[in-house]
C-alpha cells in the first residue's frame, strides 16, 4: 500500500479537464492506497489575489471532491492551509534550495514569458510544493505532464537533505497516466481556466446543453465521412461512453450520415446522466457549508499529526530545536 498525495487549486470552478486527469484518480485510489488528497490554497494565491473569491474557490473544491466520492473516513483529506507545517517547512527547503534550480522550472518560464509579472511566490511555488509532498513522506505523486518537473524538483531537495542531514525525506517519484489523453476544451485546445474554454463538472442542466453546442468542430457536411481522431467532440464523448457506443459512434463517423449537432446532443446527454448521481450530494453540501467546514476541520486535525512528526525531526535536524 503506497502513500499516494497530489493537490488540487482552487484558481477556479473545476472541470472535466480536473475531474478526469486528477480527481477521478484519486478518489479511486482511496480504496487501496494510503490516499493524501488536498485543496492547495496557498498555491492557488500565487493567482487569485481575492480573499472572497479564494474563500469560495476552496469550499466550492471541497464541495465537489465529497460529492463525487471521496471518502474522509479513508483518506486524508484537508485544505493546505488547515496544516501551517507546510508553510515552515518550506521556509527552512527554500534555504537548502539553490536559485538555478528553480529558475529551471518550465512552468515558471511560460508564466513569465506570458507576461505575468512573477512574484516570490510564483517563483518560490516548487519548493512550497516539495513542502506539500516531503511533509507526508508521499511515495507517489499522481500529476500531469505539465507538474512532472516540480516532482524532479522535490526529488533534488529531497536527495540532497537526506545527503546533508541524514535520511530525513522519502523520495518521491511522479506518477503520470499516460492514457489519460489531451482533453480538450470549448474551442480544441487543452481545458483550462486560463483559456476559457471550460465545460464545469456541475454545471446547470442550460449552461451544460449551452456550452456543449459551443463546442468546434470542423465543417465536413452531415452526409460525408468525419476524421473522429482529429474531433475534439470524439475525445470528449469517449471520456464518457461504454465501448460499445464509443465503437458505434465510430463506425458513424467513417460512414456519414451523423451530423455534429446530433452528436452533440448525444454527449450532452451522456455527461448529464454522469454525473447526476452526484448532483444530489453536491446541492445537500451546497446547502449545508457548516458540515463541510467540520468535514475539513476534522481532516487538518488528523493530517497534522502525520505533518508534525516530519516537522520536527527536521528542525532537530537542522538546528531550529536548541534546548
Ligand atoms: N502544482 C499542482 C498543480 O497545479 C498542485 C499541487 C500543489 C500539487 N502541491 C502539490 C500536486 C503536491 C501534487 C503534489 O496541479
Known amino acids: 500500500m503506497a502513500r499516494i498525495l497530489s493537490g488540487i487549486q482552487p484558481s477556479g470552478t473545476l472541470h472535466l479537464g480536473n475531474y478526469f486527469a486528477m480527481m477521478k484518480r484519486m478518489i479511486e485510489f482511496q480504496h487501496e492506497h494510503e490516499l ?3 485543496i492547495v490554497n496557498y498555491h492557488a494565491m500565487t493567482s487569485v489575489q481575492d480573499g472572497d473569491l479564494l474563500r469560495k474557490n476552496t469550499m466550492d473544491a471541497a464541495m465537489d471532491f465529497l460529492a463525487l466520492g471521496l471518502d474522509p473516513e479513508k483518506c486524508f483529506f484537508w485544505v493546505q492551509s488547515d496544516v501551517p507545517e507546510v508553510a515552515e517547512l518550506t521556509w527552512i527547503l527554500g534555504c537548502h534550495t539553490s536559485m538555478g534550480l ?3 522550472s518550465h512552468s515558471y518560464k511560460d508564466k513569465t514569458a506570458r ?8 517563483f518560490t511555488y516548487p519548493v512550497l510544493m516539495a513542502a506539500d509532498i516531503l511533509l507526508y513522506q508521499a511515495k507517489l505523486i499522481p500529476v500531469g505532464k505539465d507538474q512532472k518537473q516540480h516532482v524532479e524538483i522535490t526529488r533534488d531537495i529531497a536527495l540532497r537533505f537526506n545527503g546533508t542531514y541524514g535520511e530525513t525525506f522519502v523520495v518521491p517519484e511522479p506518477l503520470i497516466a499516460d492514457e489519460i489523453a489531451l482533453i480538450p476544451g470549448l474551442d480544441g485546445q487543452k481545458m483550462s481556466k486560463s483559456y476559457g474554454n471550460t465545460i ?3 454545471e446547470t442542466e442550460k449552461e451544460l446543453k449551452k456550452k456543449v453546442m459551443r463546442i468546434v468542430t470542423d465543417s465536413t457536411p452531415v452526409d460525408e465521412p468525419k476524421n473522429p481522431d482529429t474531433c475534439s467532440l470524439f475525445a470528449l464523448y ?3 461512453a461504454s465501448d460499445e457506443k464509443l465503437e458505434d459512434l465510430r463506425g458513424r463517423y467513417l460512414a456519414g450520415g451523423t451530423g455534429y449537432g446530433d452528436v452533440k446532443k448525444e454527449l450532452f446527454g451522456l455527461i448529464w446522466e454522469y454525473f447526476s448521481p452526484f448532483r444530489d450530494r453536491r446541492e445537500r453540501l451546497a446547502g449545508d457549508p457548516a458540515a463541510v467546514a467540520a468535514i475539513l476541520a476534522g481532516g487538518a486535525e488528523k493530517t497534522r499529526t502525520v505533518a508534525a512528526i516530519t516537522l520536527d525531526d527536521v528542525k532537530r535536524k537542522v538546528g531550529l530545536r536548541y534546548r
Do not use: A, H, M
Open 36 to 38: 493524501f488528497c488536498f
Open 102 to 104: 528553480l529558475e529551471r
Open 115 to 122: 507576461g505575468l509579472t512573477p512574484s516570490c511566490g510564483l
Open 200 to 202: 464545469n463538472i456541475f
Open 238 to 240: 469517449r471520456l464518457f
